[in-house]
């Protein structure tokens, strides 16, 4: 079993993402520490399946395991596809939005003990999820313990090389009726994805 790269490193699962996923929108964005912020597409996130994702779906084999579901489009997708899906992430806003789509999902890591380890037909990485953990090789490594014998991994990737590790963390602006300079709201959580 894979551990953990980073096991000091708080869930990004904290109040602002929480809140997004509550609204089904931001803004939202990862704040690296030059301070340009990265913005993460929570309407997309909380949309149902669109086209993309319904050609990556229509290539999915047997049992399918969505690491880092987020807000669950794509397991609900799959389970009115009938499909047998679980998403499986670290924040439990994502995993009750999931449940409330009515996906099954769980409360947990990757590189945490999995249900199905070894007989998954298909494991999804999307929405920039390749990066969970902060090591792309080593996430791969678990997936392949993940999958069964000739499974199939289903990774969305950039379109340009990206070599980047970054410490970021959660951004999202105040409320308009609290004008706060963004560096003097406190602490963010890092995003275990950089």
């Known amino acids: 079993m894979i551990s953990p790269p980073h096991p ?3 869930s990004w699962g904290t109040d602002p993402y929480a809140n ?5 929108r931001g803004p939202l964005f990862l704040r690296r520490t030059d301070g340009r912020l990265l913005p993460l597409d929570v309407e997309r996130w909380c949309a149902g399946a669109d086209a993309a994702d319904l050609s990556a779906l229509r290539r999915c084999e047997g049992p399918v395991l969505d690491v880092g ?3 669950g489009r794509l397991v609900a997708a799959l ?5 047998r899906a679980l998403g499986i992430d670290i924040s439990d806003a994502a995993v009750d939005r999931t449940r409330r789509l009515g996906g099954p999902a769980l409360h947990r890591s990757v590189f945490e003990p999995l249900p199905g380890e070894g007989a998954w037909g298909t494991v999804l990485l999307v929405d920039g999820n390749i990066g969970i953990g902060g090591d792309p090789s080593q996430l791969l490594r678990r997936t392949g ?4 014998p000739g499974g199939l991994l289903i990774a969305e990737t950039t379109p340009q090389d990206i ?9 999202a602006p105040p409320p308009p009726d609290r004008k706060v300079p963004p560096r003097s709201r406190g ?7 950089c």
């Open 79 to 83: 389970t009115v596809r009938g499909h």
């Open 8 to 10: 000091g490193v708080t």
């Open 20 to 24: 997004a996923l509550r609204n089904g």
């Open 187 to 193: 602490p963010g959580s890092a995003h275990p994805h």
């Open 163 to 171: 070599d980047e590790r970054l410490r970021v963390q959660l951004d």
């Open 69 to 71: 579901c987020g807000p």
């Open 145 to 148: 313990e993940l999958l069964a």
